[in-house]
């Protein structure tokens, strides 16, 4: 089994900051693919970033130069900071790693942008 816990969500104001972080734990090995997605109010999940197993980044068009996706493998920990937070950024943020058996989701974290 693979587990993956967010945290970090919350309220803040436009123009804040946070991190997320994304705990992984059970049969993972090595250094996976892993990435962070949003699912606002009634609209449907979308990319938000992604990092490969030798740290190459990408990332969606509305966020780059605001969010950086980073990761601590000694700690099975992906990171997500976020900064120059807007309301249409308010949505429940999730975590996947990309294994060769498949992938697995966190249950996520919400973050709130207040104007």
């Known amino acids: 089994q693979v587990q993956l816990v967010e945290s970090g969500g919350g309220l803040v104001q436009a123009g804040g900051s946070l991190r997320l972080s994304c705990a992984a734990s059970?049969?993972?090995?090595?250094?996976?693919?892993m990435g962070w997605y949003r699912q606002a109010p009634g609209k449907q999940r979308e990319f938000v970033a992604f990092?490969?197993?030798?740290?190459?980044?990408t990332y969606a068009g509305s966020v780059k130069s605001r969010f950086t996706i980073s990761r601590d493998n000694a700690k099975n920990t992906l990171y997500l900071q976020m900064n120059s937070l807007q309301p249409e950024d308010t949505a429940i943020y999730s975590c996947?790693?990309?294994?060769?058996?498949?992938?697995?989701w966190g249950r996520g974290t919400q973050v709130t942008v207040s104007s």
């Open positions: 996947n790693v990309v294994l060769n058996r498949g992938t697995y």
């Open positions: 059970g049969s993972i090995s090595g250094v996976n693919p």
């Open positions: 990092i490969s197993s030798i740290g190459i980044t």
